[in-house]
């Protein structure tokens, strides 16, 4: 397991999940803990596709992490 390593990362992480992908929402809210940069997006009405499901939503997230 590659976890206890990710207190490494140095740069900006961005995790991002659909809010109703339960499974998926819990390990990108660990993974974001995880990262001293580390956020997490919960794409709002969407499950484990959200960036089919939601595709502006998921654009304006990571136009907005990328620009911090």
Do not use: N, Y
Request: hydrophobic share 55%; proline share 7%; with cysteine.
């Amino acid at each position: 397991s590659l976890w206890p390593r990710l207190p490494q990362i140095t740069a900006p992480l961005l995790a991002m999940a659909g809010e109703h992908d339960v499974k998926f929402a819990a390990l990108a809210r660990q993974l974001a803990a995880a990262v001293p940069r580390g956020s997490v997006q919960l794409v709002a009405d969407a499950t484990h596709a959200c960036h089919l499901q939601q595709p502006a939503a998921v654009a304006v997230a990571i136009e907005t992490h990328l620009d911090r």
